[in-house]
């Protein structure tokens, strides 16, 4: 698995400052794309230190997102894995562009995920239409949180807890 870029967000991981970590070999095609260069196949292979070293670097984080991946899952889940080892105070998401994960096994270690194609027509998760869903880890299930990245004047009183 390779990595591009990282950089420090607040809004993909709600009420958490994280370092978006951005994974190249998408194999999903997504029309609209907002990374289309994420498809190819560029930057340089992403290993722990690396990622020891972005978050030494970056000591004010919350959160590790992984965007991307859907090339390798079972990357996500080992390094999911070692960062809950390593850094038990951090949270760790996951941007998949799949709409059900492969098994519980990636998820095991993940505390947000983000399901779904990019759909031009349906928009992105702060779309109300949107066909993603952004999900966070309640316990040994999963609660549907995709509302709050809508309007404040539509999400009032909404709260769903599904499984992805």
């Not at 670097?57 to 960062?83: L, R, S, W, Y």
């Amino acid at each position: 698995m390779k990595w591009t870029t990282a950089q420090v967000v607040f809004r993909e991981f709600p009420d958490e400052v994280t370092l978006a970590i951005n994974l190249s070999q998408c194999p999903n095609r997504c029309r609209g794309c907002h990374s289309p260069q994420l498809r190819e196949d560029i930057g340089e292979y992403l290993d722990m230190v690396t990622i020891d070293n972005l978050i030494e670097d970056h000591p004010q984080i919350t959160c590790i997102g992984f965007m991307g991946g859907d090339a390798n899952p079972e990357e996500i889940a080992v390094f999911a894995k070692m960062i809950k080892e390593d850094y038990p105070h951090l949270k760790v998401g996951w941007y998949s562009g799949r709409y059900l994960l492969p098994d519980d096994m990636i998820v095991d270690n993940l505390d947000y995920v983000k399901t779904g194609p990019y759909i031009p027509e349906k928009g992105p998760l702060s779309n109300p239409n949107t066909n993603q869903r952004m999900w966070k880890r309640n316990g040994r299930s999963w609660d549907d949180i995709t509302y709050r990245f809508w309007p404040s004047t539509l999400n009032f009183g909404i709260k769903e807890n599904k499984q992805p």
